[in-house]
């Protein structure tokens, strides 16, 4: 029911075809009785800035922000929260009395994530992609306590940033850059692929080969991607009988740690994943 009273949360990104936040987060409203609606607002590059001022005098309660803002509205937030501002990523932001708080729940999201998985520490984490959401996972990599860390990206000045970045805050972590170019070439004994690209939203494209490793070099297959459900990337991981995951559980928890900080409280999640499912499996 639409009332005066309903407090307006949203999804900023672009595009946003693939998301099922706004299904979500209107369950959880519905299931938990919260006066709420959440919306996609679906902004195009050229009209960021402007959009982003404009958001600034509509009476918001929180919002999203997603690919490929993270990064740029950590300069639009009035206040910023001690981890987004070492990630240097925003994808929750809280309003108070006009004031923008910018937070990253992405990171204890996929920490979460990588818990109830038990991923060992000793095996090597190549990471694809270095982008606000590459920028999460790396950090996430680091808290959780892998050891050693590759990340390749097809800018390498973003790259290598992360990796500058990451060796600041951990110093004792073996880290290294690798050139996308070369990254089919890697060589450690036994590694995870984590992508946090773009590449398999579009369920034709593949961010890597994964076909001329083995299974015992390749021990993880984790694609940040929830919609289509299975990646390119996953799909080959299955054929290799590689174990893999897919972004929705990410999704579930991050949009779990960003109700803490709107409302105080946290949906089940194993409510949302029954909800989640329902729209994007096919099988
Ligand atoms: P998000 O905030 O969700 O991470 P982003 O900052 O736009 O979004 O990052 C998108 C990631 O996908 C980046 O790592 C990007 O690589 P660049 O840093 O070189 O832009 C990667 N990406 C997007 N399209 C790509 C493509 N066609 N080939 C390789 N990498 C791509």
């Known amino acids: 029911?639409?009332?005066?009273?309903?407090?307006?949360?949203?999804?900023?990104?672009?595009?946003?075809?693939?998301?099922?936040?706004?299904?979500?987060?209107?369950?959880?409203?519905?299931?938990?009785?919260?006066?709420?609606?959440?919306?996609?607002i679906p902004i195009p590059l050229e009209n960021i800035y402007k959009a982003l001022e404009g958001l600034k005098?509509?009476?918001?309660?929180?919002?999203?922000?997603?690919?490929?803002?993270?990064?740029?509205?950590?300069?639009?937030?009035?206040?910023?929260s001690p981890l987004a501002q070492k990630v240097k990523a925003v994808n929750t932001i809280t309003i108070k009395e006009g004031k923008w708080y910018g937070?990253?729940?992405?990171?204890?999201?996929?920490?979460k994530t990588l818990e109830d998985l038990e991923?060992?520490?000793?095996?090597?984490?190549?990471?694809?992609?270095?982008g606000g959401a590459g920028r999460a996972i790396g950090f996430s990599l680091a808290e959780y306590g892998a050891q050693k860390i590759y990340i390749t990206n097809r800018t390498k000045?973003?790259?290598?940033?992360?990796?500058?970045?990451?060796?600041?805050?951990?110093?004792?972590?073996?880290?290294?850059?690798?050139?996308w170019e070369e990254k089919e070439n890697f060589s450690e004994d036994s590694f995870v692929i984590i992508n946090t690209t773009s590449l398999g939203l579009d369920g034709k494209t593949s961010p890597f080969k994964i076909d001329?490793?083995?299974?015992?070099?390749?021990?993880?297959v984790y694609d940040i991607i929830y919609n289509p459900y299975k990646t390119p990337?996953?799909?080959q991981a299955e054929n290799l009988k590689i174990p893999w995951k897919n972004g929705l559980d990410m999704l579930i928890y991050?949009?779990?740690?960003?109700?803490?900080?709107?409302?105080g409280i946290m949906p089940p999640f194993d409510l949302l994943k029954k909800e989640g499912e329902k729209y994007l499996c096919d099988f």
Request: charged share 20%; proline share 5%; net charge positive.
């Open 233 to 235: 990337l996953i799909i």
């Open 1 to 40: 029911m639409i009332s005066q009273e309903m407090k307006i949360l949203g999804l900023i990104g672009y595009p946003l075809k693939h998301s099922i936040s706004f299904i979500l987060h209107n369950f959880a409203f519905k299931q938990l009785k919260i006066p709420a609606i959440y919306l996609n």
């Open 212 to 220: 001329k490793f083995s299974k015992n070099k390749i021990c993880f």
């Open 57 to 80: 005098y509509l009476p918001f309660y929180g919002l999203n922000v997603t690919i490929p803002y993270k990064e740029l509205v950590t300069s639009y937030v009035d206040e910023i």
């Open 103 to 111: 937070d990253n729940t992405d990171v204890p999201g996929f920490i």
């Open 119 to 130: 991923l060992s520490k000793d095996v090597s984490y190549l990471v694809l992609g270095a």
């Open 254 to 263: 991050q949009g779990i740690f960003a109700w803490k900080n709107w409302f």
């Open 157 to 179: 000045e973003k790259g290598e940033n992360l990796i500058k970045d990451l060796k600041y805050y951990y110093p004792h972590l073996k880290l290294e850059f690798i050139p």
